[in-house]
């Protein structure tokens, strides 16, 4: 495989951007390897500043559940370029997406549109903190919330992969206010809230986590979390920047039948542009200002041409249900494919899958935690992960990320990644 023009770019790169990337995980530091440089996508393919073409398995992370270049939505992003490309002011396509919103995700009432992941995370536990009037919060071991501060403390994903579980920068007394417990481990909570009776403001977590790796939650685990939420008045905030919209048109929430007081998301909700959001209860959201003394705010919130892609993918995913169905069936066949693979080679592997998220973790352990997802081999998925790539499979660089599968994806295509699983897997024997 030729990449000598995405060589050219990284060394480049290097000079005037900090590690050459503008997001660590896009380095391959984890494993190994020079960066691609991306030039174009359709489908389910994506192609390098080389014309190398590779099946693309992250979809900007999520965002592309519909693959790339979809009709609708570039159509909705070119026609609204002629409107303006932002106003700062309040426009009806936002009346128009926080209304389709809040019929779609069971847990929300009210949203307030930002423009990432990050900024929605940052703003619900803000709004859990002036709302409760409680200091500290809990998340989870593995679990990945943005870069906020004080989300970085046992982090999982590019957090994770740099092996960097808390960030210098971030102050002892926020670290101090964030506590952290193993994920699927309702005892583990109960313990913590125990010892900080009243003073916790929110649970933050993942319903299911991608960022260690896909691992979904065991039996009653989330209910759990909602009745001892209920209990002691803490909110309970699902992070569903991954799962959102993905999972199931209302999101994990609406699969488990477990709703949270607020919901925070970000990738598919804007069909490819920068934008986040987060939502709940009339009564927690009305908090935020200018209904509320909880401020947040944002010149390029809502922006336009966002909120239209944003539209369009939303719309679509609400007009065919039948998507889930698709992505859960294709996903399913090709984690099945995997696991005939290893069954074939006397390999021990653990797959986890939950609808369209799909890890293959290099480990014989059964992952349900962060601990467990660090028992594999890392070097080992570097090798792996290198392999695939000369197949023409572009995979998340990192152990400790999902494989988002699209509607791009059919049987054949599926076939391929199949089949390159299989000759690298015996390339590594
Ligand atoms: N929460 C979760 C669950 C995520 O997966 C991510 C990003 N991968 C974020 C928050 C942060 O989103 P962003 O990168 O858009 O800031």
């Given at each position: ?142 679990c990945y919330h943005g870069h906020g501060d004080s989300f970085l403390i046992a982090a999982g994903s590019g957090v994770a992969t740099m092996g960097t579980p808390d960030s210098p920068g971030v102050t002892k007394g926020t670290a101090e206010d964030t506590l952290t417990a ?94 986040g959001a987060y939502g709940g209860k009339a009564e927690i959201m009305d908090y935020v200002s200018p209904s509320g003394p909880v401020y947040q705010a944002g010149t390029l919130s809502g922006n336009p041409i966002a909120m239209s892609a944003g539209l369009a993918m939303l ?115």
């Amino acid at each position: 495989m030729k990449i000598e023009r995405s060589r050219e770019l990284f060394s480049k790169a290097q000079k005037f951007i900090p590690g050459g990337v503008n997001s660590p995980v896009r380095a391959f530091k984890a494993v190994g390897g020079d960066p691609l440089f991306i030039k174009s996508s359709k489908g389910a393919y994506m192609y390098d500043e080389d014309d190398n073409k590779y099946v693309d398995l992250i979809n900007s992370w999520g965002p592309m559940v519909l693959g790339h270049g979809n009709e609708a939505i570039e159509k909705a992003v070119t026609e609204a370029v002629k409107s303006s490309l932002s106003f700062g002011a309040p426009t009806a396509k936002e009346v128009e997406i926080a209304e389709l919103i809040t019929s779609m995700v069971p847990g929300i009432e009210k949203v307030r549109m930002v423009n990432s992941g990050t900024e929605a995370t940052m703003s619900a536990v803000r709004l859990a903190r002036g709302f409760t009037g409680r200091d500290k919060m809990m998340k989870f071991e593995g679990c990945y919330h943005g870069h906020g501060d004080s989300f970085l403390i046992a982090a999982g994903s590019g957090v994770a992969t740099m092996g960097t579980p808390d960030s210098p920068g971030v102050t002892k007394g926020t670290a101090e206010d964030t506590l952290t417990a193993p994920f699927n481990n309702l005892q583990a909570v109960k313990n913590l809230v125990e010892k900080n009776k009243d003073q916790i403001a929110a649970i933050i977590l993942e319903p299911v986590a991608g960022n260690m790796g896909c691992v979904p939650p065991e039996e009653g685990y989330l209910q759990g979390l909602r009745d001892l939420c209920d209990q002691e008045g803490i909110v309970l905030i699902f992070d569903e920047v991954m799962t959102g919209f993905r999972l199931a048109k209302g999101g994990a929430q609406e699969l488990f039948g477990v709703i949270p007081d607020l919901t925070t998301m970000g990738k598919i909700i804007g069909g490819g542009m920068p934008v986040g959001a987060y939502g709940g209860k009339a009564e927690i959201m009305d908090y935020v200002s200018p209904s509320g003394p909880v401020y947040q705010a944002g010149t390029l919130s809502g922006n336009p041409i966002a909120m239209s892609a944003g539209l369009a993918m939303l719309n679509h995913l609400n007009d065919h249900p039948e998507v889930y169905q698709q992505l859960e069936d294709i996903t399913s066949y090709i984690a099945a494919g995997f696991q005939e693979n290893l069954d074939k080679l006397g390999l021990n592997y653990t797959i986890n899958q939950l609808g369209s998220m799909v890890s293959l973790f290099f480990t014989d352990q059964k992952v349900t935690d962060f601990a467990t997802a660090k028992t594999s081999d890392t070097a080992l998925f570097g090798k792996y992960f290198r392999g695939m790539l000369e197949h023409g499979v572009y995979l998340p660089p990192s152990q400790f990320e999902t494989l988002f599968i699209s509607t791009a994806i059919d049987k054949s295509i599926a076939d391929d990644i199949i089949k390159a699983n299989y000759e690298v897997l015996v390339s590594l024997k």
